[in-house]
């Protein structure tokens, strides 16, 4: 059976997917109504040619701007640095903050081969020439995020701008987008300054 190999292979390549339950996607896939697998699949080809990087920030958006960095109401003299957008979305889903963010789009990590200029710190520097009096590093409380809030927070010292690192309650080595709302806002209530 080919085809259905081809789409297990498919699933398969997602992240966090094993063969287990790729087999599961796609015969769940095999056994839809053929209109909802079209719809399934031109569903999947529209974001990925629809949904782009905002011009600003890096968040994702259909738009050349992201949804928070139009809105006026949102507080532009703060900027959260954060890893990707996923980031974005659980710190949103706080309802706790209301300033601007910066999508790093990774974190350094020599043994991955990403250095400081693999990600969007120049562009991060660059935003910094404005209005903004805070930045706030919430990258992930692992080695990778450390290293890289704690090379960004050298690299703003001279700015005098105030550097501040969210709180630990969210577990270290634990990802963003896994923690719930009420550890991260208790997370941005307590960061600290660097």
Not at 83 to 104: F, M, P, Q, S
Not at 158 to 167: F, N, S
């Amino acid at each position: 059976m080919e085809y259905l190999q081809r789409l297990v292979a498919q699933f398969a390549r997602l992240p966090g997917i094993g063969t287990k339950t790729a087999q599961r996607l796609a015969y769940h896939v095999i056994n839809m109504p053929p209109e909802d697998v079209k719809q399934f699949a031109r569903d999947m080809f529209d974001a990925r040619s629809k949904v782009r990087y905002c011009a600003v920030c890096g968040n994702l958006s259909e738009q050349e701007l992201c949804e928070v960095c139009a809105d006026p109401k949102r507080d532009a003299s703060v900027i959260c640095v954060v890893r990707d957008a996923r980031d974005v979305h659980a710190i949103e889903k706080t309802h706790e903050y209301r300033g601007l963010y910066h999508v790093l789009g990774g974190t350094i990590s020599p043994l991955e081969g990403t250095g400081p200029d693999d990600i969007a710190i120049h562009s991060l520097l660059k935003r910094l020439e404005g209005d903004v009096r805070e930045v706030i590093l919430a990258t992930n409380p692992d080695v990778q995020g450390e290293a890289t809030a704690a090379y960004i927070a050298r690299l703003i010292a001279p700015l005098g701008l105030v550097v501040t690192r969210i709180a630990h309650g969210v577990p270290v080595g634990a990802e963003l987008e896994y923690a719930d709302e009420v550890t991260l806002a208790k997370a941005i209530e307590g960061r600290r300054q660097m």
